[in-house]
């Protein structure tokens, strides 16, 4: 009966008997609080290592895949300024070749015509030797 008006006017006995103005199951909760706070604090921090780590994974894979961006970039690039050359080359070649059946044809001609002239030769030449 004394504990319990003692109580009512905040006033208790610990196990050793002693006269305290708090209960005495503040102290071991709030020292079971102490603990979790400090496991908090050390979770959080093994977190933000864990979450650094990641970060910096994650900055190193943008940097590479950039990197292979950039290679891809250049290596489409070569290939449509081969393509280009290719094309050039491909009008060149058939500018040249127009040009050799153009030269072709002006040599069949003249072939023609200086057969022609060999034949007109030769029957002067027969007529010519016949007459004598």
Same mark, same amino acid.
């Given at each position: ?7 009512? #006017? ?5 196990? %050793?008997?002693?006269? /305290? ?7 071991? *909760?709030?020292? !079971? ?26 900055? @190193?894979?943008?940097? !590479? #895949? ?5 290679? =891809?970039?250049?290596?489409?690039? %070569?290939?449509?300024?081969? #393509?280009? &050359? /290719?094309?050039? *080359?491909?009008? @060149?070649? @058939? =500018? ?16 023609? #015509?200086?057969?022609?002239?060999? =034949?007109? @030769?030769?029957?002067?030449?027969? &007529? ?5």
């Amino acid at each position: 009966m004394a504990k319990d008006i003692l109580g009512e #006017a905040g006033l208790h006995f610990d196990e %050793l008997n002693k006269l /305290r103005v708090l209960d005495p199951e503040v102290p071991q *909760q709030t020292t !079971e609080l102490k603990e979790e706070c400090k496991d908090f604090v050390d979770k959080i921090g093994q977190f933000q290592k864990i979450v650094g780590g990641l970060i910096e994974l994650v900055d @190193q894979l943008a940097k !590479e #895949a950039e990197n292979e961006k950039m290679k =891809a970039i250049g290596a489409r690039n %070569l290939l449509k300024s081969i #393509a280009k &050359q /290719r094309e050039a *080359q491909q009008q @060149q070649l @058939q =500018a040249l070749i127009a040009e050799k059946k153009m030269q072709l044809e002006r040599y069949r001609v003249e072939y023609e #015509a200086l057969c022609k002239v060999e =034949a007109e @030769q030769n029957e002067f030449i027969d &007529q010519f030797i016949f007459q004598k």
